[in-house]
């Protein structure tokens, strides 16, 4: 089975420019988070799509914004970037059910995108 | 909230030493929980995993037990490779937060021959 896969690996940006990211989910998994990963640091949750539909958001503006496509894969947009969302960004996919959408398995993760806002 | 908390770090040990790396939560009823391990310029890959309360969680040496009782899943190994150098997080995934993980800080372990 393929893993998950995130695109680009690496990207350096100018603040005030907007970036998209692209992740590419396991087959078989229909939901898809977003985790930013400052240096040093563990990972932030950002937001979670479920069948193309935002499905949980953590403490990030709306200049940080997610689609999901029928095939599951994922895009992470970010306007008007700052210097301090230089970070790790890490796709996850899993395979959601039950109407807690409780997990109890682990998530997949992909190798991440290294943004750097200069 | 839900929150995770992981000893401080760096851990630095020998070859063949014995690991521990302590890990305690907060989160209202029974989260699940895990470890994970990202090694350089990697993402994070599951170590392993415990979704209630006595389970014990395993994989490639590596252990951790749930306790309830003291909201702890300390990662345990007896004896380190040099290959388990790489950053462990804990986190948790909590019922009321649906399906997001909380991490904790992680902690750097590098183990020398």
């Known amino acids: 089975e393929t893993g998950v896969t995130q695109s680009p690996t690496h990207l350096i940006k100018t603040r005030g420019q907007q970036v998209t990211l692209r992740c590419s989910s396991q087959s078989g998994h229909n939901t898809v988070s977003w985790y930013q990963q400052a240096l040093g640091q563990g990972p932030q949750f950002i937001f979670q799509y479920y069948r193309e539909e935002e499905n949980g958001r953590g403490n990030f503006p709306p200049r940080f914004s997610g689609l999901q496509f029928p095939n599951y894969s994922s895009e992470l947009n970010v306007n008007a970037l700052e210097l301090d969302d230089s970070a790790l960004y890490l796709c996850?996919?899993?395979?959601?059910?039950?109407?807690?959408?409780?997990?109890?398995?682990?998530?997949?993760f992909g190798s991440g995108t290294r943004l750097t806002v200069v | 909230g839900n929150s995770v908390t992981q000893m401080e770090g760096p851990v630095t040990l020998s070859e063949e030493a014995f690991l521990t790396i302590n890990c305690t939560y907060t989160?209202?009823?029974?989260?699940?929980l895990f470890w994970y391990v990202q090694y350089p310029g990697e993402g994070l890959q599951l170590l392993l995993k415990?979704?209630?309360?006595?389970d014990k969680g395993s994989n490639k040496g590596f252990e951790a037990t749930y306790r309830k009782e003291t909201t702890s899943f300390h990662l345990e190994k007896g004896s380190v490779q040099v290959s388990d150098s790489a950053v462990y997080f804990c986190?948790?995934?909590?019922?009321?937060?649906?399906?997001?993980?909380?991490f904790g800080e992680g902690t750097q372990l590098t183990v020398n021959p």
């Open positions: 996850a996919s899993s395979l959601a059910g039950g109407q807690t959408m409780k997990f109890r398995y682990g998530y997949t």
């Open positions: 415990a979704t209630k309360a006595d």
């Open positions: 989160a209202t009823g029974y989260p699940s």
């Open positions: 986190a948790l995934s909590g019922l009321t937060s649906g399906s997001r993980l909380t």
